[in-house]
């Protein structure tokens, strides 16, 4: 089949538009993660070598609007503090390179205050345990250069015991194994240099069983594909070095074929109504099989590697 290539114009313009079109049905929709949104739309275009056509100034000022005395920050204005926006605001900063504007402590010690006894992590004052917020904490923490500010060894325990007989991980222990949930914890286990606890073939036996015919990825067994798993399978696949293991071609094919060609961005599988999330992780998924001309993603912290490269590397 013909699929063509990379509709890169179209998918910037369709991420600037959302960005500047914030009273229409899809961004109320997003309202309450905003902040994630801003991430997923600004990481692709950095990704297509757009990051210079939004105003950062303007990114900076409303996010540390969504910034909370308490060190966490909400998903929009006015909203409660919470994990997931907490790691967001920090990546587009780390972004934009502007991490030095952030109150470090009170960030870390936020996401500390939310590690339990048994080492998993909450994703709020409400208590609701799951391994995307053990990611989100090392992840964030790790960009901060802050991990000291919790027990990083019980942190891993404890997605180590949320690992299945299959090799995969779930949200809790006992939990089914989920692709969405392999990326958190596999990530968080990269990042602090904890692999070791991941049998790799059996993992990435489970993970490459998850392409069908079409070439996209589905998150579970018996689930239809989905372009968001081309992020949360590959990224796995990448860091425990499987990911020759699918067909990568037929993957980034099925990906171009979600492309809405006339108005730009992605949708979740051929011919759905597309969305910046959707938007990202393809691009994201096609930036991790080497599509040419698109910058380099790090696989663990979800950031461009020049970013991360700049995080780590920068001299003083
Ligand atoms: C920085 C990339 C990045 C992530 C931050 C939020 C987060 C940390 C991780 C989320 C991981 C996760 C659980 C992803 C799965 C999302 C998803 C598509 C869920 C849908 O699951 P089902 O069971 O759908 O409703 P299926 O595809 O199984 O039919
Ligand atoms: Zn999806």
Redesign the pocket.
């Known amino acids: 089949m013909e699929v063509g290539s990379l509709e890169v114009e179209k998918h910037v313009k369709f991420i600037i538009t959302l960005e500047k079109n914030k009273d229409n049905f899809d961004s109320l929709a997003m309202e309450h993660l905003r902040l994630s949104g801003a991430y997923w739309g600004l990481t692709t275009l950095d990704i297509l070598h757009n990051l210079g056509t939004v105003d950062h100034d303007e990114v900076i000022s409303w996010i540390m609007e969504c910034w909370h005395e308490c060190g966490g920050f909400g998903g929009n204005i006015g909203h409660d503090p919470h994990i997931?926006y907490t790691?967001s605001a920090v990546?587009v900063l780390a972004l934009l390179d502007k991490i030095e504007i952030l109150d470090i402590d009170k960030i870390s010690s936020y996401i500390a205050s939310l590690q339990k006894e048994d080492g998993s992590f909450s994703g709020d004052i409400w208590g609701e345990i799951d391994t995307?917020f053990s990611?989100?904490a090392i992840?964030c923490l790790s960009i901060l250069r802050s991990l000291d500010k919790i027990n990083v060894e019980k942190a891993v325990s404890y997605i180590v015991s949320c690992k299945n007989m299959d090799g995969g991980f779930g949200c809790t222990p006992g939990a089914e194994s989920?692709a969405?949930?392999i990326?958190?914890c596999i990530a968080a286990l990269a990042i602090t240099g904890s692999l070791t606890h991941v049998d790799k073939d059996l993992l990435g036996w489970w993970l490459c069983e998850r392409q069908v015919d079409s070439g996209g990825l589905?998150?579970?067994p018996e689930?239809?594909p989905?372009v968001?798993y081309s992020?949360?399978v590959l990224s796995s696949l990448i860091i425990i070095d499987r990911v020759h293991w699918i067909d990568k071609n037929k993957l980034a094919n099925f990906i171009l074929n979600c492309q809405d060609k006339e108005n730009g961005g992605i949708s979740d599988r051929p011919d759905d109504a597309v969305d910046v999330f959707h938007t990202y992780f393809g691009v994201a998924g096609l930036s991790l099989l080497e599509y040419p001309g698109l910058k380099a993603i790090d696989p663990a912290y979800?950031l461009p590697v020049d970013v991360v490269n700049r995080l780590f590397f920068k001299t003083a």
């Open positions: 997931l790691l990546q995307r990611y989100c992840c989920h969405g949930q990326f958190c589905n998150g579970r689930k239809l989905d968001c992020w949360w979800a």
